[in-house]
């Protein structure tokens, strides 16, 4: 059973939509990453939050951090292709060591022209 | 600023061999953890090291193990290989600084037991 759960697995959408996904938990994290992953590559770090109630912006991705630690969620505004990937999202517990991340399983998703 | 490096990028074992992987972390990062991608299972802890020690364990076999040398650098050996061991592995070398606990990964290594 993951720690955190990703919604939804997968989002095929056209270039230009928006898309939101989803990274939920029961328990608190101390931080809480987003990564994109291409086949065959590491994941890439998108952003990281650390405060409850925290919004980044980085272009046109939008981070929110929940108000109790919990829950995360990612925007994308107007889609492009490049945005293909798998999204996954990433947290340290507050009882663990900073090196140990509980990962979600990841959303898929794909941008066609 | 070098990125994570890891070695080799493919690898191709049979049943029963052992094999070792390396990484090398981002300059400065003492830890390392290592990490464990399958289709099935997605992303699976194996172990963290931090100034060569083992700091944190996830739930592997015994035949995972791992080692971090004074310079940061690490490696990973799986020994008496199984077909389930097919799998990326990831590396990924981390600082907690004020933007959180930020972990960096490498390429990774495609191993792949036949």
């Known amino acids: 059973t993951q720690l955190l759960e990703q919604s939804p697995q997968f989002l095929s959408i056209q270039e230009g939509e928006n898309l939101t996904v989803y990274c939920n938990s029961s328990?608190?994290?101390?931080?809480l990453q987003w990564y994109r992953q291409e086949p065959g590559e590491g994941p890439v770090l998108l952003v990281t939050?650390?405060?409850?109630?925290e919004v980044k912006k980085l272009k046109r991705l939008t981070f929110q951090f929940g108000d109790a630690r919990k829950d995360s969620s990612l925007h994308i505004t107007a889609a492009q292709p490049g945005d293909t990937g798998l999204y996954l999202c990433a947290g340290a517990r507050k009882t663990d060591s900073w090196g140990k991340l509980q990962f979600g399983a990841g959303t898929q998703v794909v941008v066609t022209p | 600023k070098a990125g994570v490096t890891q070695t080799p990028r493919y690898l191709i074992k049979t049943r029963g061999q052992q094999v070792t992987l390396s990484c090398s972390p981002i300059?400065?990062?003492?830890?390392v953890s290592w990490y464990q991608q399958t289709p099935g299972q997605g992303l699976q802890f194996l172990f963290e090291?931090?100034?060569?020690?083992?700091?944190n364990k996830g739930n592997f076999p015994g035949r995972f193990s791992g080692r971090q040398f004074s310079n940061s650098r690490s490696e990973m050996n799986v020994s008496t290989l199984e077909l389930g061991d097919s799998a990326l592995y990831l590396c990924?070398?981390?600082?907690?600084?004020?933007?959180?606990?930020?972990?960096?990964f490498g390429q990774g290594t495609r191993l792949t037991v036949v």
């Open positions: 090291y931090f100034s060569e020690t083992q700091r």
């Open positions: 990924a070398s981390s600082f907690t600084g004020k933007e959180g606990t930020e972990a960096f």
């Open positions: 328990s608190v994290f101390s931080s």
């Open positions: 939050v650390v405060t409850g109630g």
């Open positions: 300059s400065g990062h003492r830890s």
